[in-house]
């Protein structure tokens, strides 16, 4: 690695899925990367691999520069997979991986696809509770107006064509 390094983020949408990503890093030209890539792979060892093959990557980002420490990457990989034994779709994968390196070492935070799908899902479920509550209480209302003798206009209309009658 030189004196100041090059870090990139490099990711993939998954064959057969719409909407999930392979995550990589690039320190250089050296990309490093959770081997596991699919829901197959739940509960089986992590392991780290490095390679020079940028092009299977569809989307590259810069993500900032550092300066080699005394702990160089395979090191903090080999604490890394040490505390993120096994992999896991929805937890210790590919995407974490890379949210760790660059938290590591840029001091930069990324969310994940869990994180950014978790938000979405929690923030969906208070609408969906917001909804149900509003739904109880115009219920509720409209119970009690009518046993404590409230009428709608309809209801007006009948009552007066019996006495009408």
């Known amino acids: ?21 392979h995550w990589a890093v690039c320190v250089d030209h050296t990309w490093y990367e959770v081997a596991g890539i699919s829901k197959l792979d739940k509960g089986n060892p992590n392991e780290i691999v490095s390679h020079q093959n940028s092009s299977k990557y569809s989307r590259v980002k810069l993500l900032g520069s550092m300066v080699p420490t005394a702990e160089n990457v395979e090191q903090w990989n080999a604490k890394w997979l040490k505390t993120h034994p096994n992999y896991s ?26 994180w950014t799908v978790g938000r979405a899902m929690a ?39 019996v006495g009408a009658s």
Request: overall charge negative; hydrophobic content about 35%; aromatic content about 10%.
């Open 123 to 161: 923030g969906a479920g208070i609408v969906t509770v917001l909804f149900g509550v509003a739904a109880t209480l115009i219920g509720v209302y409209i119970q009690g107006t009518h046993e404590k003798g409230h009428r709608t206009k309809d209801e007006e209309k009948d009552v007066e064509k």
């Open 1 to 21: 690695m030189s004196s100041s390094s090059k870090i990139y983020l490099g990711k993939f949408t998954l064959s057969g899925f719409v909407v999930a990503e």
């Open 89 to 114: 779709v929805n937890g210790d994968n590919c995407q974490l991986y890379v949210k760790d390196f660059v938290k590591y070492f840029l001091d930069a935070d990324l969310d994940t696809q869990n």
